[in-house]
C-alpha cells in the first residue's frame, strides 16, 4: 500500500506518522528530544540529537508498520518554528547548541531595537512584534559570541536554517538548504509581502544572505531523502511550520477559517486568504502553508501558557494526579465562586505582549478550594483564547462562525464546552486531531500526485464533536468582564 511520509518535529518530541490514500494515519512513532536550561530563561537544544530523534521515530515506524520504504511516495516535514541551527557546510558539524524558540537570552537586545526608529518598519515588513521568541535576535547573538562565526559566515562555511532546514539538509545529504515561506515568515528577516530574504532586515542583524537558505513553496518537491536514512529514496515534497501545518490539517483553506491549538501553549490561527493581513489589534501577521504555488497569509496569536497550567497544578501544587483528571474536578463544582487564575508565568503574550507581567490568583473566599482552583485553570485557557478571537474579529471586521480545535487538552470536555460558553460560539473537534503531522503529510501528497487538490483534502476532515455555546450571553459577559479584571491586577 503506498503512503505518505509526515516528520513532525516538537520541542518535547520528534514524531513520524504514515499516512494512506484516504488521509487515515497507519501509525505514528515518538522520540523524545531533551531541552537544556544553561541559565534562567535559556533554552538550548543538541541538533544532532533532534537529528537523531526525528530518525529513530522514523525507523521504529517502519519497522512497527511493516511498511515497505518504497511504497512511501513522499514525505512532508513540520517542525517547531523559530529556532535557530547553525553549522558547517563542510563538516554537518552545528557551530553552537540550538537556541529554542522560547530562549529569553536576547531579550534586552530585542528591547533596544524596540525603542529604536526601525522598530516600526520592522513590524511593517514582517508582520511580527519585535520580540526574543523570532529568530534574528538568535541567529545575530551565535554570529556575535561563536570565535569568528560571522567572517566563516560571510565566506561561505557555516548554514543557518529553523529545524526544518537543518532536517532537510541532514536527509539530502547536504544538497538541499531551503525552506518554505511559513518558516522564514517567523524569521524576522523575511519581506512578509514579497516573500524574499530582505536586505534592510540582514543589516539591522547584521547577517549574511550567504548564509541563508533558499526560500521554496511550502508544497513542493524540494529533494530527496537518500536512501541509507530510511532504505529507499523519498522525494521531500512539504515543508511547514508546526501551526501553519495544523491549518492546512484543519482544512482551514479559505479565508475566515480558524483554529486554536491547545498545547503547552495555545496559538490560534486564522486563515486570511491572499490577502496579505495587518493586525491593529496586536496579533502576528504570518504566511500560511499554501498548498498551491499562490501566496497565502493567516493572522495568529499565541498564549504562552496554556496547557502547562494543568501540568504546573499537577506537579507543582499536587491538586491532580493526571491532566485528564482536571475534567472531572472543574465539572464537580457548578462555578469557580469568582475565583479567577491567570497563569502569565513568563508574562503574556498576544495580544497583551507584556514580559513583565505575573501569575495571579484572585477572588479568593473561604469557600474556595481544590475544584475552583482547578477549575478557574481551565477557564483561564479559554477567556485566553477569546481573547486572540476577539482581536481577530476586530482585523478581520467580521465574527467567526466556528472554532476548529486540535492539541492535548483538546480532549478535555469541560474545557471545549466552556470554550464555546466563553466565545458564543460552536466549537469544533476533529477525529484526527493530530493536525500538525496530517498538514505536513497533506502538504507532501499535494506536490506528489497523491491527493489532487485541497478539495479531496478537505473530504477527509471529520467532525468528531461540535461542542455548542449554552451560556446566557449576559452571564458570559459577566464572567469575561471577571477576567478582565483579574488580567488587570497581574500587570505591573
Ligand atoms: P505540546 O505539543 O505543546 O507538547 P500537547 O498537544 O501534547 O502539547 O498537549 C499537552 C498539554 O496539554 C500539556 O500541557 C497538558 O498539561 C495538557 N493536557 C493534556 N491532556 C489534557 C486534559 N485532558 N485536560 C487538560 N489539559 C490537558
Request: aromatic share 8%; hydrophobic share 45%; proline share 4%.
Amino acid at each position: 500500500m503506498p503512503f505518505i511520509l509526515s516528520l513532525d518535529e516538537g520541542t518535547t518530541s520528534a514524531r513520524a506518522a504514515l499516512y494512506d490514500e484516504q488521509g487515515r494515519c497507519a501509525g505514528m512513532e515518538s522520540s523524545p528530544v531533551q531541552c537544556h536550561y544553561p541559565r534562567p530563561g535559556w533554552v538550548e537544544q543538541d541538533a544532532l540529537q533532534i537529528w537523531a530523534a526525528q530518525m529513530e521515530a522514523a525507523r521504529r515506524l517502519l519497522e512497527k508498520t511493516g511498511a515497505r520504504p518504497a511504497e512511501i511516495r513522499g514525505a512532508g516535514i513540520t517542525n517547531q518554528r523559530e529556532t535557530v541551527v547553525v553549522w558547517e557546510r563542510a563538516t554537518g558539524r552545528p557551530v553552537a547548541p540550538a537556541i529554542v524558540w522560547q530562549c529569553r537570552r536576547t531579550a534586552d537586545f530585542c528591547a533596544e531595537l524596540a525603542a529604536s526608529p526601525y522598530a516600526a518598519r520592522i513590524s511593517a515588513r514582517t508582520g511580527l512584534v519585535i520580540d526574543a521568541y523570532f529568530s534574528a535576535s538568535k541567529l545575530r547573538w551565535i554570529l556575535d559570541h561563536v570565535p569568528e562565526a560571522r567572517a566563516k559566515a560571510r565566506d561561505g562555511e557555516l548554514l543557518f536554517g529553523n529545524v526544518d532546514t537543518w532536517l532537510i539538509w541532514k536527509l539530502t545529504g547536504g544538497v538541499a538548504h531551503v525552506t518554505d515561506p511559513s518558516n522564514a515568515s517567523r524569521t524576522m528577516l523575511m519581506n512578509l509581502e514579497t516573500g524574499g530574504w530582505d536586505d534592510e532586515l540582514l543589516g539591522v542583524f547584521d547577517v549574511p544572505r550567504v548564509m541563508l537558505p533558499r526560500i521554496e513553496p511550502s508544497s513542493a518537491v524540494v529533494g530527496a531523502c537518500r536512501a541509507e536514512h530510511l532504505g529507499a529514496e523519498i522525494p521531500i515534497a512539504g515543508i511547514a511550520g508546526d501551526q501553519q501545518a495544523a491549518l492546512v490539517g484543519q482544512a482551514c483553506f479559505q479565508h475566515g477559517r480558524s483554529k486554536n491549538t491547545y498545547g503547552t501553549g495555545c496559538f490560534a490561527l486564522m486563515h486570511t486568504g491572499e490577502r496579505l493581513p495587518v493586525s491593529r489589534n496586536r496579533l502576528l501577521a504570518t504566511r500560511a502553508a499554501s498548498t498551491d504555488q499562490r501566496s497565502q497569509f493567516a493572522v495568529e496569536g499565541s498564549v504562552f501558557i496554556a496547557g502547562a497550567t494543568i501540568q504546573w497544578l499537577r506537579d507543582q501544587l499536587g491538586l491532580i494526579r493526571s491532566a485528564a483528571e482536571s475534567e472531572a474536578v472543574a465539572a464537580s463544582v457548578p462555578d469557580t465562586g469568582g475565583v479567577y487564575f491567570v497563569p502569565a508565568f513568563v508574562g503574556l503574550g498576544a495580544p497583551h505582549w507584556d514580559s513583565t507581567a505575573r501569575g495571579v490568583l484572585s477572588g479568593l473566599t473561604r469557600a474556595s478550594g481544590r475544584a475552583q482552583i482547578v477549575r478557574a485553570a481551565l477557564e483561564a485557557i479559554a477567556y485566553q483564547t477569546r481573547e486572540l478571537v476577539e482581536a481577530m474579529q476586530a482585523d478581520a471586521g467580521e465574527q467567526l462562525r466556528e472554532l476548529r480545535v486540535d492539541g492535548g487538552a483538546a480532549a478535555n470536555d469541560f474545557l471545549m464546552q466552556f470554550q464555546a460558553d466563553v466565545l458564543g460560539c460552536p466549537v469544533v473537534r476533529p477525529a484526527d486531531i493530530e493536525t500538525t503531522a496530517l498538514g505536513a503529510a497533506y502538504l507532501a501528497g499535494l506536490a506528489t500526485g497523491f491527493w489532487r487538490d485541497a478539495a479531496e483534502i478537505e473530504s477527509f476532515w471529520r467532525v468528531e464533536r461540535v461542542f455548542e455555546p449554552r451560556l446566557e450571553p449576559a452571564r458570559r459577559e459577566e464572567l469575561f468582564e471577571g477576567w478582565r479584571a483579574a488580567v488587570a491586577r497581574c500587570r505591573s
